[in-house]
T-cell receptor, first 110, second 116 residues
Framework: QKEVEQNSGPLSVPEGAIASLNCTYSDRGSQSFFWYRQYSGKSPELIMFIYSNGDKEDGRFTAQLNKASQYVSLLIRDSQPSDSATYLCASQGGYSTLTFGKGTMLLVSP | DGGITQSPKYLFRKEGQNVTLSCEQNLNHDAMYWYRQDPGQGLRLIYYSQIVNDFQKGDIAEGYSVSREKKESFPLTVTSAQKNPTAFYLC???????????????FGNGTRLTVT
C-alpha cells in the first residue's frame, strides 16, 4: 500500500527563520510530488510541485527531492506568521490519483 | 470565474440517515474526486471518476456511494452504513490524465458534516 509519512508537528519557528518540512514515501513508482498548504477549516492550495531529483525554488519556497532515499522536503525561507498552516505532502505515480500524508502543522511566532 | 462549488458548507444529520453532498464544477475537467479529512489527518480518497458514467473506489469507499451522470456534477452520498461519518469532505477536479504541475487538483471549499 502506498504511504506518505510526515511528522505531525507542530513545528515551531520564529519569524524570519527557515522552516524545514520533511516527507517520506513508500512507493518507488511515485514520480511526482506536491506540497499543499492548508489553513484551518479551509481547502488545500498547491504551493510546490517537483518531479526531478534535486532542488526547485519558487520565491521563498524550495522543494527538494531525493528518489534514492524516497524523501521530499520543503524549505520556507524568511518564515512569516502568515505561513502558519498545515503542510500536506502528496505523491503521484504516473497519471494516477494523489496519496496524501497526514500533514505537518507549522507555527511561526512573531 | 471557474471553480468548484460544494454545498452546503455545514451539514447536520441524525445517525441512521443518508445524506448527499453536492459538488459542481465549471472548469471543464473530466476527473473528479471526493476526499475525507479527519482532525489531524491528511486527505483520504473515497471515490473518483475520470469520465461520465464511470467511477472507481478509493481507499475508504465503504459506506459511501457516488454518481456521475453529468461532467459537471459528482454528488457523494454518505449512507447509514458509514460508521463514523462526521468529517470534513472535500471535492476536487483535474483534467482526465490526473493532476500535474500545469493543472493541479482544484479543491472546493468543503462540507463539514456532523452526525449525532
Amino acid at each position: 500500500q502506498k504511504e506518505v509519512e510526515q511528522n505531525s508537528g507542530p513545528l515551531s519557528v520564529p519569524e524570519g527563520a527557515i522552516a524545514s518540512l520533511n516527507c517520506t514515501y513508500s512507493d518507488r513508482g511515485s514520480q511526482s510530488f506536491f506540497w499543499y498548504r492548508q489553513y484551518s477549516g479551509k481547502s488545500p492550495e498547491l504551493i510546490m510541485f517537483i518531479y526531478s531529483n534535486g532542488d526547485k525554488e519558487d520565491g521563498r519556497f524550495t522543494a527538494q527531492l531525493n528518489k534514492a532515499s524516497q524523501y521530499v522536503s520543503l524549505l520556507i525561507r524568511d518564515s512569516q506568521p502568515s505561513d502558519s498552516a498545515t503542510y500536506l505532502c502528496a505523491s503521484q505515480g504516473g497519471y494516477s490519483t494523489l496519496t496524501f500524508g497526514k500533514g505537518t502543522m507549522l507555527l511561526v511566532s512573531p | 470565474d471557474g471553480g468548484i462549488t460544494q454545498s452546503p458548507k455545514y451539514l447536520f444529520r441524525k445517525e441512521g440517515q443518508n445524506v448527499t453532498l453536492s459538488c459542481e464544477q465549471n472548469l471543464n475537467h473530466d476527473a473528479m474526486y471526493w476526499y475525507r479529512q479527519d482532525p489531524g489527518q491528511g486527505l483520504r480518497l473515497i471515490y473518483y471518476s475520470q469520465i461520465v458514467n464511470d467511477f472507481q473506489k478509493g481507499d475508504i469507499a465503504e459506506g459511501y456511494s457516488v454518481s456521475r451522470e453529468k461532467k459537471e456534477s459528482f454528488p457523494l452520498t454518505v449512507t447509514s452504513a458509514q460508521k463514523n461519518p462526521t468529517a470534513f469532505y472535500l471535492c476536487a477536479s483535474s483534467p482526465r490524465n490526473g493532476p500535474s504541475q500545469y493543472s493541479p487538483l482544484h479543491f472546493g471549499n468543503g462540507t463539514r458534516l456532523t452526525v449525532t
